[in-house]
């Protein structure tokens, strides 16, 4: 798109004239904040960072992957192994360190555990998602120490969506991109009355290879052997579910059925490529307003099966499963004194399996129950806060029947994590908050058991049998401040591990591939922080301009060795202009990543990059139905990029890099 082009819409959209008149929806479609995942007791200022998206900005934002669509909240990276796989990462931790969730339960895959695994959660079938970051965590685990991604899709209605005379309303999504060729589309329809409340919902994704800046290689059959896009990188993913809910009383009772189904290339290898499955039933219960000590009772139960093979040429290769329950009960009790709060009583189990010749896994079950409980203190000047979780894991190898060097073993744990926040009213306009938490994490399976060729990783990974609990110490301090439209938040962290579970190199080479070797080994880790965003208002009349800054840096070092820990965000500092009258709305985007230099020792370190998006939206009212009209350049300047956060950029340098330039049009159709 020429730079003349652009600059002619920009001038012709802020001469229009002030017909449109004042209304709620020319913010650039960002909502007012609405978390709800650490905020148990219906506070309206929580004491943990936090951040959520929904509606219109989260259309306006959306990329193929979860990580994706969340990277560059502040705090938030991703860990983009191409554009068909990417888990949020937080603070600099990753992995299952972060605990995603769908409708506040547990997500069953196997993206923990591999890069080159996806969420089986598609951004377009998402209602809301919900980014806690720091301690506020603890109610959801010890596995949950960076922080919470709770992904929100009302496939269990939530509330009565209509009176007793009943109604319909809908949602449909369409869109269409160039950098990849995406065209992908959703549909939701919701009924009922104010007895009952039905859900269905479908979508689909197809999208060829990613276009970048520059010229590279491909082996794949039938592909260009040179082209600027990313060899390998298409993908095609579907859909859906159904769900509803009864009503009486105080009550609820509620249960959804849901598939997700994807095909996609690895990218990090132009042969292979991933069928990945996952299908999931929930049921839930509410009872409110009991009037006794115990007030409400929030049960939340799932059952989920995820299964990937990986498939090289063609011909299917290692098949990764893994099945797991989650089931979460939580009782809010009437007030101690002032006191107001929840207990808790959380179990899981899941069983993996991976078989073929990249299963550097056994075979395995785990199992943890966990109590827990959130109190808070409202007092004169703010409120205080305290949680403590108990948990017992059981973690079991069963060996592997194809795989001798895989032997039954059997691990035991006992984390306990404890927590303590304040909020203080410091001046009428600006709050101050404070956070401090320890936490404990049972290693995982394959942290434990590990043996065997890890490709996704470019490594041959073993694991420690005899690693013991993970422990960390987090402290954070905040301010934020608010006057009207404008607003400003910081936040600084330090986070101090106690048995660190890093993969470290042994300068040996493994396996009849000879894979550089890499060791599960516990060591002493520090990561510290700084976030920080903000809003001002520049222009206010028939019009209005704002303009959103925000940054984030975070430092990791293995304290054991000095080395910088892999894989960690360097200094990013954002902004934003956004502008609105009446049903038009604009944003344009610059975001700088600095270089990376602070990498552990034989790995490559990231060159700076900065990246200009640019958005527009206009809303039509027809009849019934609204539509949103939108349309949203990436990379506008078509920038080469390598993300820092990513191990394809060390494992296959100059093979996947961000993608270049690309444009997205859209509708979204509500009634």
Known sequence: MKKQYLSAIALASLSASCVYGQTAGRSGGALPLVTVTGNPNVASDLIAPAEAYSGAGLLLRSRSTLGETLDGTPGVSSSYFGPNASRPIIRGLDGDRVRILQNSGASVDASGMSNDHAVPSDPIAMERVEVLRGPG???YGGSAVGGVVNVIDNRIPQERLFDAKGGVSGKLNLDASSGNGERSGAA??????????????????????VSVPIALACSKTGAPT??????????????????????????????SVSSHRSDYGTVAEDGVTIGMRSDRSALEWDVDHLGGWVQSLKLRVSHSDYQHTEYDAGEPGTTFKNSGNDMRLVMRHANLGAWQGVLGLQGESARFSADGEEAFAPYSRTTQTAVFAFEELPLSWGRLSLGARLESVQVDSDGNPQMARFVPASRSFSPRSLAAGALWNA??????????????RAPKDYELFADGPHLATHAYEVGLPDATLESSTNWDLGAKWKRGANSFTISAFVNQFAHYLSLEATGQLRGDQELPEYVYTQVTARFTGLEAGGKLRLLDACHTVDLELRSDWVRAINTSTGSALPRIAPLRVGASLLWGAGPWSARLDANHSAAQTEVPVGQTASQAYTLVNASLSYRQQAGTAELLWFARADNLGDVLAYSPTSVLTQTVPGR??????SLKVGLQIAF
């Open 188 to 209: 939701l329809l919701e009924t009922g009355t104010d007895r009952f409340a039905l859900h269905a919902d479908v979508f689909s994704r197809n999208a060829g290879d």
């Open 137 to 139: 965590a603890l109610m």
């Open 427 to 440: 001046a009428p306009r600006w709050q101050i908050t404070s956070n401090l938490a320890y936490s404990e």
């Open 656 to 661: 996947a890099p961000l993608p270049g330039r």
């Open 226 to 255: 040179v082209a600027n896009a990313i060899c390998n990188s298409g993908a095609s993913s579907r859909g859906g579910a159904w769900g509803g809910a009864l009503f009486w009383g105080q009550s609820r009772l509620g249960a």
